[in-house]
């Protein structure tokens, strides 16, 4: 759990059937949040699925190990032995942490297709679908490239839809906008 994250939620956290939206400005660390969340959610013994639309599989599994066994990202390749060693370990204490790149126009339909498949190859649904991120994902059927807002709006709606039915936590993220960015709070 996150205590500060929990008590902006209401106190009880980010609950199965709920899409977590987080906004930020670009480099503003979305994914490095949401790869945190990832961890948490493993630590309470959760599946996670994390979807990749931007960065590549290996620098999240990079990310993923330094946070796992408090090795800086640099070093990991000359501290092996230790690295397996601790990895073992949290393999054993934690939920896994599955991770999937899919191409930038990605939709909710191919998601729900992968998520099929998913479940065939590891006998199990995820507990938690993160998606890297909102902004790169298609809406399943054709929208206008100048009508961004619906195409937000739609592909919002069909990802909170499988988050419902698979009966998952999910979490994404949307890159603001040049206004958005520097308005008041």
């Known amino acids: 759990k996150i205590k500060l994250l929990d008590d902006y939620l209401g106190g009880d956290g980010i609950r199965r059937k709920e899409l977590l939206l987080l906004s930020a400005n670009s480099g503003g660390g979305k ?8 961890l948490n959610f493993s630590e309470q013994q959760l599946i996670v699925l994390y979807i990749t639309l931007e960065l590549p599989v290996e620098m999240i599994q990079k990310r993923y190990t ?10 990991i390749l000359n501290r092996g ?3 397996v060693h601790k990895i073992k370990h949290a393999e054993a204490t934690h939920g896994a942490i599955y991770i999937e790149q899919m191409p930038v ?5 191919q998601i729900r297709a992968f998520l099929r ?3 065939i ?10 998606v890297d991120y909102l902004d790169l994902m298609g809406a399943n059927s054709a929208v206008s490239a100048e009508n961004v807002f619906e ?3 739609q592909s919002t709606e069909q ?4 988050i419902i039915d698979y009966d998952m936590i999910g979490v994404t993220s949307s890159q603001q906008n040049r206004t958005a960015a520097t308005a008041d709070a």
């Open 66 to 75: 330094s946070m796992v066994t408090d090795i800086p990202q640099g070093e």
């Open 31 to 38: 994914s490095l949040v949401m790869a945190n969340l990832g």
């Open 159 to 162: 990802l909170r839809q499988i």
């Open 151 to 153: 195409k937000d709006k």
């Open 117 to 119: 498949e998913f479940e």
């Open 105 to 109: 126009g990605t939709t909710a339909n």
């Open 121 to 130: 190859k590891n006998k199990c649904v995820p507990d938690v679908l993160i």
């Open 81 to 83: 032995t230790e690295v």
